[in-house]
Every structure is written in C-alpha cells, then in structure tokens.
C-alpha cells in the first residue's frame, strides 16, 4: 500500500496549500496556492456555487471549463484540474506572478518595440484559439498576465464563445465585453464575428500599449459608445506612421474590411525588426485501456460522479444520479481493490465475473444478489470504487455491501484521505 504523506488540516483536497488572496470578483476569489506533492506554486481561482446559481452563470462556467480544456498554449494560461465541494468550484491554474500587464502600462506607456513585443505574443494566443473555434470575446490588459520572464499570458475565459454557439446567419448575439473594448458591431446589435470582435480588441489593446490611454473615452457612456460606432479617435504625434496606418485597420468599424489575423501575421510594422511564428509542441494525453486496463476519469466524469455534490447540471442536462449504489476514493491501488473484492467472492461463496479494465460482478448462488465493483483511477495513490446494484434482494444487498464488503475495503483506507463528501478532484 503507498504510503501518503501528513498534509496540513487545511490543505484542499489534501493537495493544495492555499496562500494569500490574489484578487476578488463578484463571484470569485483568485489564491495563490502551493502543490503539496511538487512544490509547485499555482493559482486557484474559487468560485461561490450559490452565486453563480442564482445569477444564471453556470453555463458559463461550464463553458469555460470546457475552452480551457482544449487550449494549451505558451501564452495561455493552463487549467491544470477543477476541484469541486458542495458550496464552491475551484479553477487550478499556472501561477503567473508578473501581474497584470494594466499594472504595468498604467505606469507609463510603452516604447513601439516593446508594444510590438506583447502584441506579437497575444495574436499567437488568439490566433491559436480562433483555430480551435474559441473566440475571447474581453480581451484587454486586465486579462493579460506576464510570467516572471516578462512574456504575456491571456486569461478569464468566463465570457468566450465558441462555434457552437454561433446561429444559422453565421454570427454571435450575445452582447459582452468591456464599454471601452467593445465593437462597434456589437453596439448594432445585427450579430458579430466572434474573430473580428477579438481584433478590435487586440487594436484598443495595443493602441494603450503606445499611447498609455485609451482611444475611445467619455465620461458618458452613450457618448463613448457613439465615438466607437464613428470610430472617433486620434493617435498622438509620437506614434509612427507605419503604427497609425497599422491601428486604423485594426480599428475599422466595418467588420468586413477590418483586418484578419492572417493580415496581422503580413503586416510591416507587426514584422519589424524580424517576426518568428512561435512554436510549440502541443501534448495530447492519451490512455491506453488495453495496455493499462484502468479507466482515468476526466473532468466531466469526475464531476457527474459526484451525487453527493451534484454538479452535474454544469455539464449534462440529462445526467441521471446512479441509483442502488454509491461511489467512494480510496488511497489505494486499483488492482489491489479488485483482489480484495475477489478475496471477499471466494470467503462468502459468490459467483464472480471479471469485466474488461477493472470491473467485476458478483451474484449470489440462490440469485439474491447481483451487483458490480468498478475501479477508477484517479490519482497515482487515489482511486474510485463503485458499487452498484443490479438485481436480487435488497436486504441481501445491503447485508452484503454495505455491512461486509463496503467496510473491508475502506479498512485500507488512509486516515488522512478526505472523504468524497467534502471534495473531489477532477482532472
């Protein structure tokens, strides 16, 4: 049996060792957090389940779980796992500790190299994300992080869309964003390109790198959104040519003549001084069932596994709990449970049954009892059993089950291991 370290009492999920409070929303609070096993420092973002159920925000959080998920690249942010109580959700992300890149314009503006630097390294990241169908859709320097070497990082996905969300006429409807980021054909309210919208944004973005203000402001909002609709601003004197001609087509109101990403990539000013595409090896991780012959559960499964912590109405309408059964981890290997549960068959005269990846059924010989173990990896040292009834006498079940088998497997439980009730992890 491995053997588990002590954890402080306070660590989440045995894992994490939170530390002070990074930033708050109105829904969410951001830690910095350590990893007990690594060391690593990492960001936990937590959000407040009653919160958000209240306000209607669940399918946004299940969205972005779901990007974040698919995106993996040098300036993105990286989800690392999602761990859910009965009162709060909580986003395991990189730790970014330059801070937001608004703290650092706010102290003065940007030299064009400097701008051209950070503006480089975002249309990577969105140009990578419209690839994939994800459209940002609040790009701005509060969602914009630099690492300790100085290189940018997107985050808050909360708002994206993607292309299933887009309707039969070819666009997005939702109204979103920040006043002074937003599209003008947004403010139309006729439907938008979620891709064109994003490079509006990048051009507000990057004349604020440059100019240390912003292009369109009022202290009026109708007034500023009607300076947006005209496309009403100046660039101040210090700004090259090249960067002026460069920002006005990023910075057209007509979305079809706007620049593209693939424009940016061409664009003379965006190439000066050399521009290299950055490159990255994307990894997929792939689980060989044959070779291994353990199901790993991802987040939606892990999540939906939960009945005690019923989350399930973030990611599958028609999730069904599982009914006559039950589901706890165990800091154990899975093979091992499978040999105890074999070891108990054989002791009390059951029939059992292997299934493929591990999985087995028991039946009593008079048919009183018919149930089946499942095995799932969670962790190196964590599994989950569980344990379903399939048929035959209740009682006999229960006698079974719960009294016999259920207390003999927990007996190799580990003292320290949290129960299932107050969180579980998902990865």
């Known amino acids: 049996m491995p053997e588990i370290e002590r954890v402080p009492d306070n660590a989440l999920f045995g894992k994490y060792e939170l530390g002070k409070l990074l930033g708050c929303g109105a829904f ?47 300036h993105i942010v990286k989800l690392f796992e999602v761990l859910a109580s009965k009162t709060k959700i909580y986003f395991v992300m990189e730790f970014v500790k330059g801070g937001e890149l608004f703290s650092k314009v706010a102290k003065g503006r940007f030299t064009e190299d400097l701008s051209r630097k950070y503006f480089q390294q975002l249309i990577s990241a969105v140009g990578y994300c419209h690839s994939r169908g994800v459209f940002h859709r ?23 869309a993607v292309t299933d969300q887009i309707q039969p006429d070819g ?81 057209d109101t007509n979305p079809d003549t706007r620049i593209t990403v693939d424009g940016i990539l061409r664009d003379p000013w965006f190439r000066k001084g050399g521009y290299k595409e950055i490159s990255f090896y994307e990894e997929e991780t792939k689980v060989d069932k044959e070779e291994t012959g353990v199901t790993s559960l991802n987040a939606f499964d892990l999540i939906s596994f939960s009945s005690g912590l019923d989350l399930s109405a973030l990611f599958d309408e028609s999730y069904d709990a599982v009914k006559d059964g039950e589901r706890f981890v165990l800091a154990e290997y899975p093979e091992r449970v499978i040999e105890k549960v074999e070891e108990f068959a054989k002791t009390h005269k059951l029939r059992l049954k292997r299934k493929k990846d591990l999985g087995v059924e028991l039946q009593g010989r008079s048919g009183n009892l018919m149930m089946e173990v499942e095995v799932y990896l969670l962790t190196e040292v964590l599994v989950v059993v569980e344990a379903k009834r399939k048929g035959g006498d209740a009682k006999c079940y229960t006698d079974i089950w719960k009294n016999k088998l259920k207390p003999l497997l927990l007996g190799c439980n580990s003292s320290n291991q949290q129960e299932p009730d107050h969180e579980v992890t998902v990865t």
Request: charged share 25%; hydrophobic share 40%.
């Open 28 to 74: 969410a609070k951001v830690y910095h957090a350590r990893n007990l096993r690594t060391g690593q420092s990492v960001a936990i973002k937590v959000i407040n389940k009653k919160k958000i159920s209240s306000s209607n925000l669940m399918s946004n959080i299940k969205r972005e779980i779901s990007i974040m998920r698919k995106l993996n690249h040098p």
């Open 138 to 160: 609040d790009l701005k320097p509060e969602n914009l992080l630099l690492d300790e070497n100085g290189n940018l990082k997107v985050s808050d996905f909360g708002l994206s």
């Open 171 to 251: 666009l997005l409807h939702t109204l979103c964003g920040t006043p002074a980021y937003v599209a003008p054909e947004i403010l139309a309210k006729k439907g938008y390109d979620g891709s064109k919208v994003d490079v509006w944004s990048c051009g507000i973005i990057l004349f604020v790198l440059t100019a240390g203000y912003l292009p369109f402001s009022d202290p009026n909002l109708m007034v500023m959104y009607r300076k947006i609709y005209k496309g009403e601003y100046r660039c101040p004197k210090w700004m090259s040519h090249d960067l002026k001609r460069f920002l006005s087509r990023l910075l």
